[in-house]
């Protein structure tokens, strides 16, 4: 049997291989275990953002707490504002001032104001997220079996597969089968395919020069879609 039969019976069970894997990858079962699975590796990620969110929120509390202390230490000092008159302090100055810590109160309400909201939103998230994973958590555990269960269905099928795909991988030249494999990887499918005219089934023409490699059963690789190409009869 030649290379080219041995890499056509190589594809057709593969094939079959690659059947199970489909009805597997497309499983409800399946995308939901991942979608709990992704969850949860990015779960410590985003409490940790969170956790520092948190952190800065109460640096900024501290600080607009700082501030509004010295506001208010600033305000105490005009409490004596009527003897401070008497004793002819400028007026227009204390009104300066008072403007001036009026204006930094009003500013530092406005901060106080969206912290307080940042704060509701960020504990609001937080409680979001820690029910999500409560839920993620189950669903990981119940469909982590259930895909367990759907894979050991087709154990026995798959290793009788892979079992008659080791038999023919011993005939093919070890770069052929290497570049067949990496083929597979890469999600190409069918990997092995006929002339169609002077076209590659992905449309890219194949010109004379090239077609003339494909004589006695070689094959060539396609430059734009990387197939093995042969020519029929």
């Known amino acids: 049997m030649s290379v080219l039969q041995d890499l056509l019976e190589y594809q057709k069970v593969d094939a079959q291989l690659r059947e199970i894997e489909q009805t597997i990858a497309a499983s409800d079962v399946r995308k939901k ?3 709990a699975k992704k969850f949860m590796e ?6 940790e953002t969170q956790d520092k969110r948190a952190q800065d929120l109460k640096r900024l509390r501290d600080d607009l707490s700082r501030r509004a202390e010295e506001i208010g230490k600033q305000i105490a000092e005009y409490a004596d504002l009527d003897e401070m008159v008497d004793e002819g302090g400028d007026v227009s100055f204390y009104k300066k001032n ?3 810590l009026l204006d930094r109160l009003r500013g530092l309400k406005a901060e106080m104001q969206k912290l307080t909201a940042d704060i509701t939103a960020t504990a609001e998230e937080y409680e979001r997220f820690k029910k999500q994973g409560v839920v993620m958590q189950k669903q990981y555990k119940e469909y982590k079996e259930k895909f367990d269960a759907l894979k050991a269905e087709h154990a026995d099928k798959v290793k009788a597969i892979n079992e008659k795909l080791a038999v023919i991988a011993k005939k093919l030249p070890a770069e052929t089968l290497k570049k067949y494999q990496q083929k597979r990887k890469e999600k190409i499918f069918p990997i092995i395919v006929p002339l169609s005219g002077d076209r590659c089934v992905c449309g890219m023409d194949f010109p004379l020069a090239q077609q003339g490699k494909l004589a006695g059963g070689n094959v060539v690789e396609c430059e734009n ?3 093995f190409v042969y020519k029929e009869g």
């Open 225 to 227: 879609c990387r197939r």
């Open 42 to 47: 990015s779960a410590r990620e985003k409490f």
């Open 98 to 100: 008072a403007q001036a």
């Open 33 to 35: 275990f991942l979608q």
